[in-house]
């Protein structure tokens, strides 16, 4: 994608993000097995280059039939699901100027929003090893502007992550 596109930070998000702070994952825990996809953001954001990009590399591209993954490119309002300050923590991809990773933590923020099962047992999985911390998790969360309804559903995530990672730790 750098490649294509030298001129734009690409910033990936989603559980692919996780990556690269924690490059082990695919061997530790089962979650990537159905992840065919990593989630990109190009800022500046230029519609012509993303649908280019997409072309290229997303679902309906050969990229996608020879390799078996894609890039999702994504449009600059998913920042509105991330904490405020996420580009001071954003994680550098080595190797590949001009690539950064979303911090796990900020990660975490907006799967809490997502809130499906697959998002939990990543989450739970990254709590129960000590690649998250839950009290930075929690604070981020507060420091997220969002509605009430919001408030009320993201916490309740939260608290089913941190139930199911103190399970895992159990076993």
């Known amino acids: 994608m750098s490649a294509i596109a030298p001129e734009v930070r690409i910033i990936v998000f989603g559980s692919s993000s996780a990556l690269c702070s924690h490059p ?12 065919l996809d990593a989630d990109f953001i190009i800022d500046p954001w230029d519609n012509a280059l993303a649908q280019m990009l997409s072309d290229t590399l997303g679902k309906e591209s050969g990229f996608f039939e020879h390799f078996k993954y894609y890039a999702d490119i994504v449009r600059p309002a998913a920042f509105d699901n991330f904490p405020p300050d996420f580009r001071e923590r954003l994680v550098p991809l080595e190797g590949c100027p001009r690539v950064f990773a979303l911090d796990p933590h900020d990660m975490a923020v907006a799967k809490l929003f997502a809130g499906r099962p697959k998002d939990i047992r990543l989450l739970s999985f990254l709590l129960a090893t000590g690649r998250l911390n839950e009290d930075k998790v929690r604070k981020l969360l507060w420091d997220t502007p969002m509605e009430e309804k919001w408030i009320v559903r993201t916490h309740a995530v939260l ?12 076993v």
């Not at 608290?159 to 159990?170: F, I, L, N």
């Open 159 to 170: 608290d089913q992550v941190v139930a199911e990672a103190a399970k895992q730790r159990a």
């Open 24 to 35: 082990e994952l695919p061997e530790v825990t089962d979650s990537y097995q159905q992840t």
